[in-house]
C-alpha cells in the first residue's frame, strides 16, 4: 500500500503562486508515476500534470507554461509550482499515482492510489 500527503494549497489572488507538495510511503517502485489531478464543484475530476520516474513531465493544456511538476525520487516527493494563477484554477487539488504499466495516463481511473486533496481557491 502507498499513502500519499498532499499540502501547500489555500487561498490566493489571481497572478499569485502556490507550490503543493505529495509526499509518498510505504511501498514504492523507481518505475512509480505521481500525477496531479483538480475537480472543480459540479465538475469531473480532470489531469493536471504527470511526472515519471524519470523525470519527465506531462501538462494539460490549460496549465502548460504557468504550473510545473517536479519530483524528488529520493523522498519519494513530487512538487506543483503554480505560478499566474486564474479564478479558473479553483479546485480540490488531488495527488496521485500508478506503476509503469500502461506509461503515463491522463485518465483518473488508471491511478492506483490518492491522496485526500487540498483546496486551492484563486480570488479575482
Known amino acids: 500500500q502507498v499513502q500519499l500527503v498532499e499540502s501547500g494549497g489555500g487561498l490566493v489572488q489571481a497572478g499569485g503562486s502556490l507550490r503543493l507538495s505529495c509526499a509518498a510511503s510505504?511501498?514504492?517502485?523507481?518505475?512509480?508515476?505521481m500525477a496531479w489531478f483538480r475537480q472543480a464543484p459540479g465538475k469531473e475530476r480532470e489531469f493536471v500534470a504527470a511526472?515519471?520516474?524519470?523525470?519527465?513531465?506531462t501538462y494539460a493544456d490549460a496549465v502548460k507554461g504557468r504550473f510545473t511538476i517536479s519530483r524528488d525520487n529520493a523522498k519519494n516527493t513530487v512538487y506543483l509550482q503554480m505560478n499566474s494563477l486564474k479564478p479558473e484554477d479553483t479546485a480540490i487539488y488531488y495527488c496521485?499515482?500508478?506503476?509503469?504499466?500502461?506509461?503515463?495516463?491522463?485518465?483518473?481511473?488508471?491511478?492506483?492510489?490518492w491522496g485526500q486533496g487540498t483546496q486551492v481557491t484563486v480570488s479575482s
Open positions: 496521485a499515482g500508478k506503476g509503469v504499466s500502461g506509461g503515463t495516463s491522463l485518465r483518473p481511473h488508471d491511478y492506483e492510489d
Open positions: 511526472s515519471r520516474w524519470s523525470g519527465g513531465a
Open positions: 510505504g511501498r514504492t517502485f523507481s518505475s512509480y508515476i
